[in-house]
């Protein structure tokens, strides 16, 4: 319309109905404001033309290409490369499981690059070692409260307490069939507690590397199983948020008791320091008047 700007010409077309998938904005340089137009989506075919007239005082300059849509190939291979095309920089599905992330372009006279890939047994290690750690300091944890050395602990007898330990005991036996922690280098002492030879660990890996996914977040993995045995406990309504509006709730009712009670035993102390203040009168009035005989 008569008087719009180069704002204003922005927002209609990002807000066109018609936009075929161009985003517009505006770019200062040099101390003079330009118009941009580009892809919402990059590659060859997301590639637009741009055709207008009339437009030439508002924009102040001509119209020219800054960028020219195109895709990224790569060949793969030395001898017969196989090329491959993609819209963005960002390739996935050429290698299983691997994004291959293109930074720049490569010189025809430079060296191939070669990408290998492998599992870190490092990372792995330490994942697990985690998991040992944090088993083990739950059980700790567990056990204090049962039993603190020669002292009961604060929840000794609770059946839930004890539930959820052998629960945790149990989870570490229910392996896929022909898995055991031992093969995974994981073994369980006298106390329950556990401990990780990170070389068996990493020797098993390396003959099947799917081993441990299976072992332990397949479907029928350990930890899968683990997770949904212990959610039960720590869900909103699970058995520890239970167990613990149960006892606030009768740590309520026993306080309101006690307070009961307190009560009651004050108007007897009163009534009873009464009688023996009157009492202790009486006592002393028939002493002076014994001493008159």
Do not use: C
């Amino acid at each position: 319309s008569a008087g719009a700007t180069v704002k204003d010409l922005v927002t209609a077309i990002n807000n066109s109905s018609d936009n075929p998938g161009v985003r517009a904005s505006l770019v200062r340089t040099d101390g003079k404001v330009s118009l941009l137009l580009s892809g919402k989506e990059t590659g060859s075919a997301n590639a637009f033309s741009v055709s207008m007239s009339g437009l030439d005082e508002v924009l102040g300059s001509t119209p020219k290409e800054i960028t020219s849509a195109q895709d990224a190939i790569v060949q793969l291979g030395s001898t017969s490369p196989v090329s491959i095309t993609s819209s963005s920089n960002k390739l996935t599905g050429v290698i299983s499981g691997v994004t291959l992330q293109l930074t720049k372009a490569q010189e025809a006279s430079a060296t191939p690059i070669t990408v290998t890939v492998a599992e870190d047994t490092s990372a792995i290690s330490g994942s697990v070692q985690e998991f040992v750690d944090g088993y083990n300091t739950l059980m700790k944890s567990l056990k204090t409260l049962v039993s603190n050395g020669d002292t009961k602990g604060n929840l000794a007898g609770d059946s839930m307490v004890k539930n959820l330990m052998s629960q945790m005991s149990s989870s570490l036996r229910e392996l896929p069939s022909g898995i055991t922690l031992t093969s995974l280098g994981i073994k369980s002492d006298k106390e329950g507690l556990l401990s990780l030879d990170s070389t068996t660990l990493k020797s098993a890996l390396e003959d099947n590397p799917e081993l441990l996914s299976s072992a332990l977040t397949g479907t029928s993995g350990m930890l899968t199983k683990m997770n949904s045995m212990t959610e039960t406990y720590t869900k909103l309504t699970g058995t520890i948020k239970t167990r613990k509006t149960s006892l606030e709730k009768q740590q309520t009712q026993i306080s309101d008791q006690q307070e009961a009670f307190d009560t009651r035993m004050e108007k007897v102390y009163q009534r009873y320091l009464k009688q023996f203040t009157q009492l202790s009168s009486y006592m002393s009035q028939m002493d002076q008047t014994s001493s008159l005989f």
